[in-house]
Nanobody, 117 residues
Framework: QVHLVESGGGLVQAGGSLRLSCAAS????????MGWYRQAPGKQRELVAR???????IYADSVKGRFTISRDNAKNTVYLQMNSLKPEDTAVYYC???????????WGQGTQVTVSS
């Protein structure tokens, strides 16, 4: 099992930056994939960025060039650096982890990001 705790959300003006953190309760070496999803009001949850074994990363087209996913193995933490934020980035952001050995997903509690115009 793994427990995920997000932090770093908040209110920011358009064009600003935020960094989200996701702390895992176990070494992230044992986690096959981690990433960030978001859900805006009235919309489905969507992938923002994902990092898998070998540091392979994928990004949603809407955030490419603005968001960067990274990790600190020593801190068992994954980050999402968000630059040039837009009002349409407003959503609850969820940290995600996939454990192949358990064939299941884990989710954090979510952190609100609000971008004002």
């Amino acid at each position: 099992q793994v427990h995920l705790v997000e932090s770093g959300g908040g209110l920011v003006q358009a064009g600003g930056s935020l960094r989200l953190s996701c702390a895992a309760s176990r070494t992230i070496f044992s986690i096959n994939a981690m990433g960030w999803y978001r859900q805006a009001p009235g919309k489905q949850r969507e992938l923002v960025a994902r990092m898998s074994s070998g540091d392979r990363t994928i990004y949603a087209d809407s955030v490419k060039g603005r968001f960067t996913i990274s990790r600190d193995n020593a801190k068992n933490t994954v980050y999402l650096q968000m630059n040039s934020l837009k009002p349409e980035d407003t959503a609850v952001y969820y940290c995600y982890a996939y454990m192949l050995v358990e064939l299941r997903d884990y989710w954090g509690q979510g952190t609100q990001v609000t971008v004002s115009s």
